[in-house]
């Protein structure tokens, strides 16, 4: 009991702090990506206040794409709400099926408007062929001598679904979060409903996706730095795919975080790293 309030006095800090037997359970950190975290260090790349164009969208299955004429009178008409089908293409009526996984808005304007520039082409000489057929005409068919028609098209994305990032562990609405562009590793946690009472939050990580046969990459995220010193060295920009990783405080842990000996609590990683 003595030990008990001596421990409450210096700085209870979670459930744990109170004496209450604490288990991290699923949202334990795995000693390999401790080891990683460790080693990571504070990575040069883009953060709250030095962000960066993310590279353009590749298009997936569930993405809304409008696609427009240029030209009011333009003759093309296609149906502007186009969802992206599981096999990856679009539906663009007598023009034909388009496949558009993996291609970015300006590659995907530039083959439908070769598509319909061919067919609307094809439909306009034949109409003429046919016409001077009926009036007996013998002169050909000069291209020059006909207005300038504007097949053009405009392709937007206006819905990107399968763009996400992840937030998952010791936070209040754990699960993935459509992502504008300009989210950092605060803004994802915010929107995930901030940190549960039995976060660890001197062990969070951002965890970037990569290829198979790439170095993994797994970032320290000095939670209190960024939030009280206003220090954005680990408020990192997100890429799509992200995930941020909030692991569960131990019983172990919170003794030694709630004991404030040699003075304020601290990740003792991030606080090593501010000497540097």
Not at 147 to 162: A, C, F, I, M, T
Not at 195 to 207: E, G, M, Q
Not at 254 to 263: K, N
């Amino acid at each position: 009991m003595t030990i008990m309030l001596g421990w409450c006095v210096t700085g209870c800090r979670t459930a744990a702090s109170l004496g209450l037997p604490v288990d991290s359970g699923s949202n334990s950190m795995l000693s390999s990506v401790a080891e990683m975290r460790q080693k990571a260090g504070h990575q040069p790349i883009p953060t709250e206040l030095a962000k960066a164009a993310l590279p353009a969208h590749r298009v997936e299955a569930g993405d809304v794409l409008v696609i427009e004429p240029n030209d009011f009178n333009s003759p093309v008409r296609l149906q502007s709400d186009q969802t992206v089908q599981q096999d990856g293409t679009i539906d663009l009526g007598a023009y034909g099926r388009v496949a558009v996984a993996g291609r970015s808005t300006r590659e995907i304007q530039q083959e439908v408007e070769s598509l319909v520039t061919g067919v609307e082409i094809a439909k306009r000489d034949s109409l003429i062929g046919l016409a001077s057929h009926r009036t007996g005409g013998t002169n050909q068919h000069d291209p020059a001598l006909d207005p300038q028609v504007d097949y053009g098209v405009n392709v937007r994305l206006v819905n990107q679904d399968s763009t996400l990032y992840y937030v998952m562990g010791e936070v209040n609405a754990p699960g993935s979060y459509p992502m504008v562009g300009n989210e950092t590793v605060l803004d994802a946690i915010i929107a995930a409903g901030g940190l549960s009472d039995r976060s660890n939050d001197h062990k969070i990580i951002l965890v970037r996706p990569k290829q198979a046969g790439e170095p993994r990459m797994i970032l320290p995220v000095c939670y209190q730095q960024v939030l009280q010193l206003g220090d954005v060295s680990t408020n990192y920009q997100l890429l799509p795919g992200d995930r941020i990783y909030v692991p569960a405080i131990s019983f172990a842990e919170d003794v030694r975080q709630s004991l404030r000996i040699g003075g304020e609590k601290s990740c003792p990683y991030c606080k090593e790293y501010s000497k540097r």
